[in-house]
DNA sequence: GGCCGACGTGTAATCGTTTCCACGTCGTGC
DNA sequence: GCACGACGTGGAAACGATTACACGTCGGCC
């Protein structure tokens, strides 16, 4: 591969101003920089950016770290994260964590490794020290989804509480009195967080959480099922079933139809997190939508206000209620929230 | 940030020391090698990868370029790799062309400038001037799902002839003689491939593919929907749409539920891939399943063999037919084939 | 006509590693 | 007692870029 040495010598000029032309460097005269365009062009040269970032201490690169990938709400936010970035010049590495501290070490570490100008991340527990050290030395950082109480870091995230309560009253509504909850691992502040919207909201209506009625998940499709099983083997087992993730509401979708049993006739169900497969699935589901690209965009401009210098601040979307028919008496169809793909 | 520099002088012993003892070389003395990792370790140092990559000359990095992050298949593609490679000691870096091929040049120059030791990669086209080049100058490459005919780099796919013969003869078996595909761009071969093999399989029962019968789509969802639509407005539809890949069979459940008709009762559904999804859409997708994680392992190892030096062979696995609802009359359960979760 | 600033260019240091080579100090075998 | 090999170590040169600094040349201005 032909290198900085080879375009100099080709365009009979020093190594110095090859890397000026190169970098848009003013000084450089107009015969200079054509030969050495045409020497760039002949050798199909292009910068090493492993020697760039050495010298410059930039590699222009992002790291993001989701906690599971397999996860449709996750992949549309990367995808979103990686546009941003590619729009403002960098690029992203992705880790994926599958929802376990030690892969999400493992991640980290070797991302900031390969020195990284920042890193984005949705935190699958309450924060290793490899993280906090991270944080304490500087390294840029913006937390998206998830956070880590009382790490000062800008948190990007959907506030879902106004939706929660919606979703809360349509159930109220449709009659059902008997909630459940299928939660994420105490550890995540989404975890923790759906719970206490959830039980929130249903005091505002003068309902229970009964501890028998909070299943412990972890956010993946297997626990969902078996929390699901467990509601329904309960002296009396709840009239609707909240997901606080789609995976989790898949599983749970598997549990009750492995009894036999239908939505909502038997049992309601409704999730956190929309994704375009709820339309279509048997029945659609009622789910409660976050603003999932939006929220990389404004995650990737934080940290890039951070990395360049400029000071990045929290942000805080709020999420909607999408109603489908999964917990009873089909509404009005609507048009808009039912399309399926953005 | 530590550098080598400041362990060794903390250890006492010279760059050059530490470095031996970093990676493993046989002749450090036991007392240096104390020292220097008592030093390691009170000044938290870690290896600058970029500095390390620049003069070894290897990045310990695969590329991997996808047509779609969006689309779950790609999406379980994509982990398996990061988990084989990582299993390796390599680490991935993504880059999503949705479909794409400038998208995909960019994504290819990017990971080729930043030096990664080799490329993975389910081209998006039929392959650009770029591309070739790399190929040529001999960056060690492997093609995954989809290939470029014509070009020297082993190929790692699901051959998917005779579960679309099981496919076509599963149809034809429930009665249906009309059937249509919805095909992927002609520029992949997968596009090209699925219609030919259900061509085949279609003659081999004496059923014609009338060109009105093939609608050209692009992998993408709304492309589904449009082609389903011109399926429909048909003097005469088809009774069963077989969906290239699953996001143009989630289009065409959008366009058959937007006229108010029924799978599979107005019109049978199958798609390419299968995903858990597919088991509570209403009606459940009969699909033609892809060893996914087989293949992304595959891949990496037939990659990592390559730059290692040895020689990487290609790989054909076998896809198999999922029967579930869509397409008429309900086999007997199968608890094996609905399972949702891997 | 001389001085000074602007301009274009090249030399060389630098980033943090790895690794070749040379060197000193042993122990061993004759 | 001497030669020699093995072993542990350090110095210094790379890797491919960026950039501070110095230098020569030219034009303009007094």
Redesign the pocket.
């Given at each position: 591969?032909a290198?900085?040495?080879d375009v100099a010598a080709s365009a009979g000029?020093?190594?110095?101003?090859v890397?000026?032309v190169?970098?848009e460097h003013?000084?450089?005269?107009a015969?200079?920089r054509t030969r050495v365009l045409a020497a760039v062009e002949a050798l199909g040269y292009r910068?090493?950016a492993v020697?760039?970032s050495?010298?410059?201490d930039q590699t222009h690169t992002l790291g993001l770290v989701i906690s599971d990938v397999l996860n449709p709400y996750f992949t549309e936010l990367a995808r979103s994260v990686e546009e941003e970035a590619r729009a403002l010049g960098y690029s992203v590495i992705i880790g994926n964590a599958d929802e376990r501290p030690e892969i999400q070490d493992h991640h980290v570490r070797n991302l900031l490794d390969r020195r990284i100008d920042g890193l984005l991340i949705s935190p699958t527990d309450g924060g290793s020290p490899l993280m906090l050290d991270a944080v304490r030395a500087g390294t840029p950082m913006v937390f998206v989804d998830r956070w880590i109480p009382g790490v000062d870091v800008p948190v990007v995230r959907a506030d879902g509480r106004d939706a929660v309560r919606d979703l809360v009253a349509h159930l109220h509504a449709l009659g059902h009195r008997r909630l459940a909850i299928i939660a994420g691992p105490a550890a995540t502040t989404t975890g923790s967080e759906r719970v206490e919207a959830f039980r929130a909201a249903l005091a505002a209506h003068g309902l229970p959480l009964p501890d028998a009625y909070i299943g412990q998940g972890d956010f993946q499709a297997e626990s969902g099922r078996r929390v699901t099983e467990g509601f329904l083997d309960l002296p009396e087992p709840p009239e609707v079933v909240f997901a606080a993730d789609n995976l989790m509401a898949l599983g749970a979708l598997d549990a009750v139809r492995a009894r036999g049993l239908r939505v909502p006739d038997d049992i309601a169900l409704a999730a956190f997190d929309d994704i375009p497969w709820f339309v279509h699935t048997d029945p659609p589901v009622t789910a409660i939508a976050q603003p999932t690209g939006e929220l990389g965009r404004a995650a990737v401009r934080a940290l890039v206000d951070r990395i360049e210098g400029r000071t990045a601040a929290s942000v805080a979307l709020s999420a909607r209620l999408v109603v489908r028919r999964s917990c009873g008496e089909p509404p009005a169809e609507n048009p808009v929230t039912n399309r399926s793909t953005s």
């Open positions: 591969m290198s900085i040495k000029v020093s190594v110095a101003t890397s000026r190169l970098n003013p000084s450089v005269s015969d200079a910068p090493n020697a760039r050495l010298r410059t």
